[in-house]
């Protein structure tokens, strides 16, 4: 660790954990004022970073937090994104301790300690790593870079205020690169880059039958029970070789070369350990296909939740009259999220029996997106990962998504490097999400070498 980090790793701490403290749920409106304190919070430590013109600018929704340093126009200018706000902390009950009374413990893959916190990963603590990374950078001798931070409060719930903000703002969020810390790498002692992200379709379907619950043994086996008809539409979706049935689905769907997977599959991955990690007997999905390739460069159907009758405590004989489900769809380069959205609503109405109506609405999406990895960016992510880590660096295509990086490259044109320090293991979205300490640190050290290598390559 250099001498920087090492003499203030403390207060770095005690800064996150206050950070951590302050609920940012996005998605629930009773955390609104927590949102506009977090947003707060992140402005005033950017300006004690050294950061000028930090503000808050408010949107339909959450508020966006901006700042910049422009030390010299001849420079390239780096735009950091990434987000304060958090998934919910439900259930609260699996925590282990409280989501937002951030607490170290040491973990099998984290021996040097870890943060449990909602947020500790994602992207609380990746984001903070970034504002300690320029203050060291300012402290000592300066930027190789213009900067310019750009922290959106509404990353986990779409995103749609960052995108009408974005076309609104092309000149001050004009510059060479997109670097975003929000995504994952192999192991501490196995430092890799994700080159790409996956789109997002996620859509909502309610199914009626009857007028009204009735009771199931008056009416049961004559009339169409909506959640039994859900169960079999979305059974349907899917084939015995695990292949998604929905017409047109897989059409655009650019194949990779063999060249291309072997490249990919020449990452580290211990099958063994994954199903341990998951306490599954075996994994499933897409026939002819790898565990990886299945979570990275294919495209899924999942459903997210499902919900119908009664789910009180002991038994209701019940026929419900409404059956419920919210369904996601992972998408893969050269899909269309809204085309995806309008097969996808058009095969659900197609198979739906004459027994019930159907009704289908869409949340949001994203497009998915990839890094080139002959670009100066990803070169001086590999170079800035291989000095910090002392091992080069592997490419992985990730399987999680950001929505915005492909807007971000159709308005601004900028290309995105995902230099991201989290673990898959680190329990994103669920209880007892942590961030290692390891990883924390790492990131404050790998940042200032990716903006004097990148400087560099720029020259
Ligand atoms: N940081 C994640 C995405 C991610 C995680 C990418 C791990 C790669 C590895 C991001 O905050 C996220 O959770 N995105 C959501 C999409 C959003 C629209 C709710 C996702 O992927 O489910
Ligand atoms: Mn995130
Ligand atoms: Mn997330």
Not at 165 to 181: G, Q, T, Y
Not at 192 to 204: A, F, H, N, P
Not at 278 to 305: C, H, M, Q
Request: aromatic share 8%; net charge negative.
């Amino acid at each position: 660790m250099n001498t920087y980090i090492e003499q203030n790793k403390d207060r770095f701490l005690d800064e996150l954990f206050d950070f951590l403290r302050i609920p940012s749920v996005s998605a629930d409106s009773k955390f609104q004022p927590d949102m506009l304190r977090a947003a707060e919070f992140v402005k005033e430590k950017l300006l004690a970073a050294g950061l000028d013109k930090a503000e808050i600018c408010p949107t339909a929704g959450h508020p966006i937090v901006y700042a910049e340093k422009i030390v010299d126009a001849s420079l390239p200018t780096i735009l950091v994104y990434g987000h304060y706000d958090v998934q919910p902390a439900d259930p609260y009950e699996l925590w282990d301790s409280p989501p937002f009374e951030p607490t170290i413990k040491v973990t099998k893959n984290h021996p040097d300690g870890a943060i449990f916190a909602r947020g500790s990963c994602d992207d609380k603590g990746q984001i903070y790593m970034h504002v300690k990374a320029i203050e060291m950078m300012l402290a000592q001798g300066g930027l190789p870079c213009n900067v310019k931070i750009m922290f959106e409060g509404e990353e986990e719930v779409g995103s749609e205020n960052l995108g009408v903000f974005v076309k609104a703002n092309k000149e001050k969020l004009a510059a060479d690169l997109i670097l975003i810390s929000d995504t994952s790498i192999i192991a501490n002692d196995i430092p890799s880059v994700e080159t790409g992200l996956r789109g997002l379709t996620y859509m909502e379907v309610a199914v009626t039958g009857p007028n009204r619950d009735l009771h199931s043994g008056v009416y049961g086996g004559a009339v169409a029970n909506p959640v039994n008809v859900l169960c079999q539409m979305i059974a349907s979706m899917h084939d015995a070789d695990g292949k998604v049935t929905i017409k047109g689905f897989y059409d655009k769907v650019a194949e990779l070369s063999q060249a291309e997977r072997d490249d990919l599959e020449s990452a580290p991955f211990d099958l063994e350990e994954y199903k341990k990690d998951l306490d599954i007997a075996e994994v499933a999905g897409e026939k002819g296909y790898t565990t990886r390739e299945r979570a990275s460069i294919r495209p899924t159907l999942d459903v997210n939740g499902i919900w119908g009758g009664y789910t009180g405590e002991g038994s209701k004989t019940v026929l419900p009259s409404k059956a419920f489900a919210k369904i996601s769809m992972r998408l893969v380069p050269d899909q269309d999220w809204e085309e995806i959205a309008d097969l996808f609503e058009a095969h659900f109405k197609a198979i739906a029996p004459p027994t019930v109506k159907v009704e289908v609405t869409r949340h949001h999406g994203g497009q998915p997106y990839v890094t080139p990895t002959d670009s100066a960016g990803y070169k001086a992510a590999v170079l800035a990962l291989e000095e910090a880590f002392g091992k080069k660096p592997v490419p992985t295509r990730g399987g999680g998504s950001i929505p915005i990086v492909a807007l971000f490259e159709q308005e601004l044109g900028l290309k995105s490097i995902l230099l991201g320090f989290g673990l898959d293991s680190d329990a994103l979205h669920s209880p007892n999400e942590h961030y290692g300490l390891f990883n924390f640190f790492k990131g404050i050290e790998t940042i200032p070498l990716f903006f004097k290598h990148y400087a560099e390559l720029m020259k």
